[in-house]
């Protein structure tokens, strides 16, 4: 009797610790295409991510960079003050896009170029992404929205 309570509660145990297993091995099934990592334009010209890999890229939209082409082709370059990368985006922008503003994309790099297949934009003018802060401050060009601008 004493052997048979012992033997039916090791068959438990292992029988929860395969679901455990089994069920951590679906949920990171399910996610695989739902993890975008965060890369900054200086991250993407030191080590360019494989063309099939979908991630987010973020900075601030390049003065003077912003063209619109034929349809809903847009194309400008995101900066994070060390690197800028050309992206191409079909689609309709957020209102509050525009240059000298916050960003961030998601899409592929191919070609030497960011596609992307979705923009947000900051939604007031005080709001940046935090990744896109952390990554303006290692580059030592972020500036607070209450900062003093710098004189000359």
Known sequence: MKGLKKKRRIQIIALAAIS????????????????????????IAEAPPPPDEVFRIGGLVEEGSLRRMEGETIRFRVTDGGASIPVAYTGVLPDLFGEGEGMVGTGRYVDDSFVATEILAKHDETYMPAEVVDALKEQGVYQPANAPLPTN
């Open 20 to 43: 455990l297993v089994v069920a951590t091995g679906l949920i990171g099934y399910a996610m695989r295409d739902g993890i975008n990592f965060f890369r900054t334009p200086s991250q």
